[in-house]
């Protein structure tokens, strides 16, 4: 194990390309910049969170939990956040056709911030995204007929 390093031109900085994959305590989770939020959504279509809230310029790291075990065909979930203004039902409405875009209606992009891809039983993902400005926005999962019950609150407060 070489640990010398030489510097060939004078540049004087070292950069390192590639980090070591083992886990470090060198980056605290409570950076404050950085938002991790955990949703599940569950068989009975019912998401456990009801409002979601950040602080403006955080990245939020958002990860979608399905805790049931029914297939993505019939209790498929996916969080999706919309900007402010959307109608739910008319987004609602468009996502039911986009079966094959994982009910992301690819017309509407203007109206998402951010989403994640659609689940089945079991299965997880994670978002990044950039906290959008100071206010409220809802959320829903764009699964045909979920919305109703499956929407909340994301707030972003001032710093
Ligand atoms: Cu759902």
Known sequence: MTMAFFASCGGGEATTEQAPQQVQQSEPEA??????????????????????????????????????????????????????????????????????????????????????????GGEETTIEFDAPAVGDYEFICSFPGHYAMMTGIFTVKAK
């Open 31 to 120: 950076t404050g910049d950085i938002a991790e939020i955990t949703i599940e959504g569950n068989d009975m279509m019912v998401y456990d969170l009801k409002t979601i809230e950040v602080t403006e310029g955080q990245t939020v790291k958002l990860t979608l939990k399905h805790v049931g075990t029914m297939a993505k065909e019939v209790m498929g979930h996916n969080w999706v956040l919309l900007n402010q203004g959307v109608d739910k039902a008319s987004f609602a409405g468009a996502a039911i056709t986009a079966v094959d875009n994982d009910y992301i209606p690819a017309d509407k992009a203007g109206d998402m911030i951010a989403h994640t891809k659609t689940l089945g």
